[in-house]
């Protein structure tokens, strides 16, 4: 099965810096992966997709990259706030293009 | 994009008792899954609701414990069966309009077993 990794379970950062977060999968390279920001007490919120032919997606102040090669996803918030604050996952496509899994999630908080 | 309604919010159950959990979409989805998420962890995937027919199960989850219904492309439910202490979790619903899209997900079920 496949194994998702996201790097370090905290990440605390300076307003106004850019966070990057880190993806990592060891099987095979889905089709399409996925980030969502997720607060307490609610569902994950759904930010931005990219494809397996798609090196690098923006969306206002966020970026995702995508390298097959190294089986990474990089996840880049800039001029981070402090409403930036959240668990950030990442969810891979699972082979069939149906359902997706989760990886283990990264804490933001942005320190004003 | 989706909303979902998923009833009830929160729940606090005996042990060995069932619990049904409703996810109401409010457009037709192709797409329903149910999600497992435990005290400070990553969601799991439990299964995949078929419309119609049997749902598509997740290694290590059995139709036994978590019957799952879909009788039409707005609706769905997960029971809990014959619950421990080791059910308590929060359980998420999510759709998607096709395969291969940005999924949407309910506010959860906050399911607390003593």
């Known amino acids: 099965s496949q194994k998702i990794e996201q790097n370090s379970e905290a990440l605390n950062i300076q307003e106004g810096k850019t966070a990057t977060l880190t993806c990592n999968y060891t099987?095979?390279?889905?089709?399409?992966l996925q980030w969502y920001r997720q607060d307490p007490g609610r569902g994950p919120v759904f930010l931005l997709l990219?494809?397996?032919?798609?090196k690098e997606k923006r969306k206002e102040r966020l970026k995702v990259t995508f390298d097959t090669t190294l089986k990474q996803s990089l996840f880049h918030i800039t001029a981070s706030q402090p409403a930036d604050s959240a668990t950030y996952l990442c969810?891979?496509?699972?082979?069939?293009?149906?359902?997706?899994?989760f990886g283990t999630g990264t804490s933001l908080t942005v320190i004003p | 994009s989706a909303v979902i309604s998923q009833k009830p919010s929160r729940d606090i159950c005996q042990r060995g008792t069932s619990l049904t959990i409703q996810c109401q979409v409010d457009?037709?989805?192709?797409?329903m899954f149910w999600y497992r998420q435990q005290p400070g962890q990553s969601l799991t995937l439990i299964a995949t609701?078929?419309?119609?027919?049997?749902?598509?199960?997740e290694s290590g989850f059995v139709i036994d414990k978590f019957p799952i219904s879909r009788p039409n492309l707005t609706f769905s439910t997960l029971t809990v069966s014959n619950m421990s202490p080791e059910d308590s979790s929060i359980y998420l619903c999510?759709?998607?309009?096709?395969?291969?899209?940005?999924?949407?997900f309910g506010q959860g079920t906050r399911l607390t077993v003593v």
């Open positions: 609701a078929n419309q119609g027919s049997e749902a598509t199960y």
């Open positions: 990219i494809r397996e032919n798609e």
């Open positions: 999510s759709v998607a309009h096709v395969a291969n899209t940005e999924a949407f």
């Open positions: 969810a891979l496509e699972g082979g069939t293009g149906n359902q997706f899994y």
């Open positions: 099987n095979y390279s889905p089709a399409y």
């Open positions: 457009s037709q989805v192709t797409m």
